[in-house]
């Protein structure tokens, strides 16, 4: 008999997974991050107050930018959608997800439990005034630092390069901070328009502790 050749259709691709980030629930606006945002809080602030100044009951020139941001949001056609934040915060995440301004805190008052600096004893380093030891040691009040017999929490910053868009933390890049600024010389400002729209350097304030099974195996409190 004839053999008769069949032919396959390729496969099309499953559809990508799209993750959403979850929503913030305020935001204060920056003149880098929400530019057409910051241009519509500058119009009430520098003509608006002038020119209609029964548009904006309470307000002046010199009122915090938070406010003007609350005024801005009036306008449903605007390009302002977000509530500012509280002052001292930036972004905040819903259902108590926490606020930049907590990472802040947590990092100062970990700091304000280090030892005063002024007389760090080597290999200690000072850090705002206090003396802190470098990874895989802790604080000793003869050597200065010794190495860490049980595992510890370390809290410590990390960095990433990114475009005005909001990212849930999962499956992401960071870098320390010589890290992101290769980056960004290497494969950011040389292209145009900028590689991935990249339009700001982000910090975490991270905090991670080794398990037990891996302080065991690598008698290491960061790695």
Not at 187 to 216: D, G, H, M, W
Request: charge should be negative.
């Amino acid at each position: 008999g004839e053999l008769a050749a069949k032919v396959l259709e390729p496969t099309a691709p499953p559809p990508p997974v799209v993750i959403y980030p979850p929503p913030m629930t305020c935001r204060t606006v920056s003149p880098a991050g929400e530019p057409k945002c910051w241009q519509e809080i500058m119009w009430i602030k520098q003509h608006g107050l002038v020119e209609h100044e029964d548009w904006y009951p309470g307000l002046d020139a010199s009122s915090p930018t938070e406010d003007l941001q609350k005024a801005a949001l009036k306008n449903t056609k605007g390009h302002c959608k977000l509530e500012p934040c509280a002052v001292g915060q930036i972004e905040c995440l819903p259902e108590n997800g926490g606020c930049v301004g907590d990472a802040v805190t947590e990092a100062n008052t970990w700091l304000g439990q280090q030892a005063a600096g002024g007389a760090c004893k080597v290999p200690q380093v000072e850090v705002s005034g206090h003396c802190v030891c470098p990874p895989n040691m802790v604080l000793d009040s003869v050597q200065g630092c010794k190495p860490a017999t049980e595992r510890q929490k370390m809290t410590f910053y990390m960095y990433r390069a990114q475009s005005d868009a909001i990212y849930g933390m999962e499956n992401v890049n960071m870098a320390d901070v010589a890290g992101v600024l290769w980056y960004l010389h290497r494969e950011v400002v040389q292209s145009i328009p900028r590689k991935y729209n990249v339009t700001r350097i982000l910090r975490y304030l991270v905090t991670v502790k080794n398990t037990e099974e891996a302080f065991s195996h690598k008698a290491a409190i960061y790695g």
